[in-house]
């Protein structure tokens, strides 16, 4: 092999994959010879190893309550994670375990709150991003628990290898915590990067004595990089260049080409096949090798094997031979190989194009939304419901489109051979007095978030806790006023502005939501002001109805939304402009 480390990184906290799925990963795997599974078993919204002398770890860590009420979850024992280890070592491929620290973290904190600076209870968490709450770097009580940990973890692998993740880690809450600024003072530490530093040269030495070469990301070369310790580049691939020179063996991740957790659309097979392995400067003998990620933020056993295959074996092809590559035979080659894939029953995705794409049309004359599908592969059948359900292998197909009328919901999901390949697309919408009339906005939304195409305060479709779904509208640093003319004088009793509270992502509600009324566009009248009781570090995903309830006649209504502002001291952002992300009008 051109590289020694062919590696995938599954991650579990994320979703969760579970003994069946992650054996027949291994087994794929094996089959295009990679031989290092990093398992990444803690997260933030998830803790996945049993730890005996810690027990909260998996009854509170393992488990998080999503938007809609229900609890997701799952952990593995020691004696299974036993059983994988053994299940692997027979067909080549040793797992090497993270255990994530001291960034990405919440799960645990969610467990044992005193772990953290501020000794915070929070939940554990239900949307992406990086967390400002991470392990106390001062208190000794941290460290107690981390080698608790260790000591559980390590005797489970045989791998001489142990990744501590160490990828970002906000300085936020040491910079805040007296535990933290006292430890620096008393090690001489100049700022909190080389406290990052300390923390994980620290758990470098008790690995050590414990015959463990500690693996982190890139994010280890801030601050001092501890000595003898592996890089995984993940960012920048030149960061290898500089954890060389120190002596540090590298692992090469590339996002720009190994994440292939990126969908095939955006890192298409042929990106992957023609990616260079070596930065300039390095040389073979510098790198322990490669590795490519399956971060599970859109990924569950379903679209596991999805996302890995065929672009894996690209780059298993390119771990294993040298350039030049040709991507001509390649091809020629793949063909065998899928034919093969579908004999087996592997379910693969496309090399270069989403699984499936939804498209959606306004109609609004016959009160009517329209969704186009289109598939990456011709054997995926897009199934559909109208129920609110998920959609079974028996539920209508959707050929080409799909009609919905305003006020149902529409859910779509691609399936091959019977199962689930991807995630569910969901179309709510609400069907109101305002639907399809027209808005005027005191200031247009940003490009981004600007339902392009729509009328989107008024067209009927409403959006999901994924802030990215194309159905919310963004404005940023600025009031929202916006009018709706229902084109004659209707009798009206209640009027909702629905917003999104997404703090990690700067989007927060208004203040309050004042609606005003008008016969004419003249005269207005005040119907009345709503507001909310979100706490500002809440950091779960909230859609919040602004709802006054009232009896008017009315034309014209205007809502008026009060930007919260600059984001708080506390805040990643602090000081940046936060976002008024909204819907809908509804007039009722
Ligand atoms: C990473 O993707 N945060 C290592
Ligand atoms: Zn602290």
Known sequence: ?????????????????????????????????????????????????????????????????????????????????KRIVKYAKDR??????????????????????????????????TNWGVFTDVYCAGRE???????????EVIPLFESPYFHIGGDEVPKT???????????????????????????????????????????????????????????????????????????????????????????????????????????AGVTAKDVLGHEVTLWSEHITPDNLFARFLPRGIAAAEMFWSDPPRDWASFSKRMDAHLAWMDEQGIPYGPADAAISTASLESLTAQGVGRVHVETGLKDIVV??????????????????????????????????????VDWPKVFRSASHLGYGRPVELNRPPAERYSRAG????????????????????????????????LGAVRPVRSVTLTCL??????IYLPKRVRIEVSENGVDWVLLGEASHAIDERDDRTLIQPFNVTKAAQARFVRATAESFGKLPVWHLGAGGDTWIFADELIVR
């Open 1 to 81: 092999p051109k590289s020694g480390w062919r590696g995938v990184l599954v991650d579990e906290g994320r979703h969760f994959m579970g003994e069946a799925t992650i054996k027949r990963f291994i087994d794929t795997m094996a089959l295009y010879k990679y031989n290092v599974l990093h398992w990444h078993l803690t997260e933030d919204q998830g803790w996945r190893v049993e730890i005996k002398k810690h027990p909260k770890l998996t009854q509170v860590g393992a488990w998080r309550t999503e938007p809609d009420g229900t609890r997701y979850g799952g952990f593995y024992t020691q004696a299974q994670i």
């Open 173 to 279: 809450n040491w910079k805040a915590c007296a535990d933290c600024q006292r430890r620096m003072k008393a090690e001489g530490l100049a700022d909190e990067h080389e406290l990052q530093s300390w923390f994980i040269r620290r758990i470098q030495s008790y690995l050590a004595k414990n015959n463990r070469t500690l693996v982190g990301w890139d994010e280890i070369l801030e601050g001092g990089l501890a000595k003898g310790a592996v890089v995984q580049v993940w960012q920048d691939i030149e960061r290898a260049i500089p954890a060389v020179k120190a002596g540090s063996p590298v692992i090469l991740s590339p996002q720009s080409h190994l994440y292939l957790n990126r969908p095939a659309e955006s890192l298409s097979m042929r990106n992957v096949y023609e990616h260079v392995l070596l930065p």
């Open 501 to 506: 509270h997404q703090m990690r992502s700067w």
């Open 92 to 125: 080549g491929v040793t797992i090497v375990p993270e255990i994530e620290m001291p960034g990405h973290c919440s799960s645990a904190l969610a467990s044992y709150p005193e772990l953290g600076c501020r000794r915070a209870k929070i939940e554990v968490p």
């Open 454 to 485: 729509f009328n989107g305060l008024a067209d009927g479709f409403t959006g999901s806790e994924d802030f990215d779904d194309g159905m919310w509208m963004g404005w940023q640093g600025t009031d929202l006023v916006a009018t709706v003319d």
């Open 141 to 151: 009580s941290t460290f107690e628990f981390l080698e608790d940990v260790l000591d």
């Open 383 to 420: 199934r559909y419901s109208l129920d609110g359900r998920l959609p079974t292998a028996r539920s209508p197909k959707v050929s080409g489109s799909v009609d919905f009328p305003i006020g149902k919901t529409l859910t779509i999901r691609p399936f091959r051979d019977g199962k689930p």
